[in-house]
Nanobody, 124 residues
Framework: VQLQASGGGLVRPGGSLTLSCAASGFAFSRHRMGWFRQAPGKEREFVAAIRWGGGSTYYTDAVKGRFTISRDNAKNTVYLQMNSLKPEDTAVYYC??????????????????WGQGTQVTVSS
């Protein structure tokens, strides 16, 4: 299993970025995918998740209305569109795959595989 995250960078407050995560080595279209982030000195936290068919999405309150998670099962890729970025969004962003059908979606323990992370820095 491989998860390759990309798309991070430096952006000014109020700007936008789109993260991508290319997956391989498992039946991508059958499994929930998530995005987490980890800021310096803090624990990794849930950002967003999407069910296998893309019909159900979940977000942490801090990003609702600003971030959108989506997936393209034909391309084995999950995306995180981030708008109206704030300095507090600065973190390393990780994509993750739940291949064991965990009952919940917001804990790191719900996910079996992780990408390498991509840095997002929001600063003027």
């Amino acid at each position: 299993v491989q998860l390759q995250a990309s798309g991070g960078g430096l952006v000014r407050p109020g700007g936008s970025l789109t993260l991508s995560c290319a997956a391989s080595g498992f039946a991508f279209s059958r499994h929930r995918m998530g995005w987490f982030r980890q800021a310096p000195g803090k624990e990794r936290e849930f950002v967003a998740a999407i069910r296998w068919g893309g019909g159900s999405t979940y977000y942490t309150d801090a990003v609702k209305g600003r971030f959108t998670i989506s997936r393209d099962n034909a391309k084995n890729t999950v995306y995180l569109q981030m708008n109206s970025l704030k300095p507090e969004d600065t973190a390393v962003y990780y994509c993750a795959a739940d291949v064991s059908y965990s009952g919940t979606y917001y804990s790191t323990e719900d996910y079996d595989y992780w990408g390498q992370g991509t840095q997002v820095t929001v600063s003027s």
